[in-house]
């Protein structure tokens, strides 16, 4: 069993780890070795992995296994790719040691999966208000819940930005009332305040990691982001990331925060599978909209991205 650590201690720790935690978003297509990221963070690997399972409770490799195979459930939604091109971008040598680490995690096939996502699309146009498809219990992280009303999506291309973040676990966050949820970038200002940084309380961002249908309540990861106007050395718990520059799809989001992942999932299941692009690997993000009354911060609107890429079309040339 690992020691407690000293608040101070777990401070360093978690301000060397964060830089990592990002690098790891960003390049989980590839292989990354114990050694690579404890280098990353400036430890040996044995120190290293104490390290990692104090603060995330999970060790490293446990941790890769659990993002890459919630990935997958993402990409068996929304993606052509078939499940052994999956499986082996998740990590896995073989389709079958991959069905059977998704039914241990999830209690069913991954092929199973596909299908009811394929009875669900067939039957959206004629349903309006929530569906649970048939094969899913609410008891199951693969439940399905959207919203049939089609907000109008457009393609664009999103300039990068620098970025300071806090990030929080647990879906509490992004369940709170207005006011309290915006107090998640209180800190931001300050740092931002405290550097001279040039920002605006009208414009926020909020990256959403993990689809809450499939990763548990206290693993969600949620990036409160202030964009600011040049890159920064940050002290934890803020760090500094970029927003990267590419394509994205955006939908305009109608309800409370609550609601969020009905309009991530309309973008994904319903329109993605139809259009000439695929995933990008990069996150969905949130931009929010605000202004002040009455010294507190409201919510105007929220545009849900989701970063992609053109599918890239085989040329078959004529004999």
């Not at 400036?42 to 399972?53: A, D, L, W």
């Not at 609410?138 to 990068?160: I, S």
């Not at 994904?268 to 996150?283: H, K, N």
């Not at 507190?296 to 079309?313: F, G, M, S």
Request: charged share 25%; glycine share 6%.
């Amino acid at each position: 069993m690992l020691a407690p650590l000293r608040s101070a201690t777990a401070s360093k720790y978690k301000q060397s780890l964060l830089p990592v935690l990002v690098y790891i978003e960003e390049h989980l297509d590839e292989p990354l070795s114990l050694n690579h990221l404890a280098a990353l963070a400036g430890f040996s690997p044995h120190h290293f992995h104490r390290i990692f399972q104090h603060i995330t409770g999970e060790a490293p490799k446990e941790y890769l296994r659990r993002l890459r195979m919630e990935r997958a459930v993402y990409r068996l939604k929304v993606s052509p790719d078939n499940v052994l091109q999956i499986a082996l971008d998740a990590g896995f040598k073989t389709h079958e040691t991959f069905t059977r680490a998704f039914v241990r995690q999830f209690d069913i096939h991954p092929s199973q999966f596909r299908d009811v996502v394929k009875e669900y699309r067939a039957c959206a146009e004629e349903i309006f208000g929530q569906h649970v498809n048939q094969g899913f219990t609410p008891e199951t992280p693969l439940t399905l819940r959207f919203d049939m009303q089609k907000e109008p999506v457009h393609v664009e291309n999103v300039p990068g930005q620098h970025l300071l973040f806090i990030r929080y676990k647990g879906y509490e966050n992004l369940l709170a009332g207005s006011q309290a949820f915006f107090d998640l970038w209180t800190p931001l200002f300050e740092f931002a305040n405290r550097q001279g940084l040039e920002y605006s309380h009208e414009t926020l961002i909020g990256i959403t990691h993990d689809d809450p249908y499939v990763t548990s309540e206290a693993n969600i990861r949620f990036d409160a982001c202030l964009p600011v106007s040049r890159p920064v050395a940050a002290s934890y718990p803020v760090g500094y990331r970029q927003l990267q520059p590419g394509l994205c799809v955006a939908r305009r989001h109608l309800g409370g925060m609550e609601e969020i992942a009905k309009t991530f999932a309309h973008i994904g299941v319903d329109w993605l599978p139809g259009s000439d692009f695929c995933l990008r690997a990069a996150p969905p993000f949130e931009v929010y909209t605000c202004e002040r009354i009455n010294g507190n911060l409201e919510r105007l609107h929220t545009d849900a991205y989701v970063p992609l890429e053109p599918i890239k079309r085989k040329i078959t040339r004529k004999k």
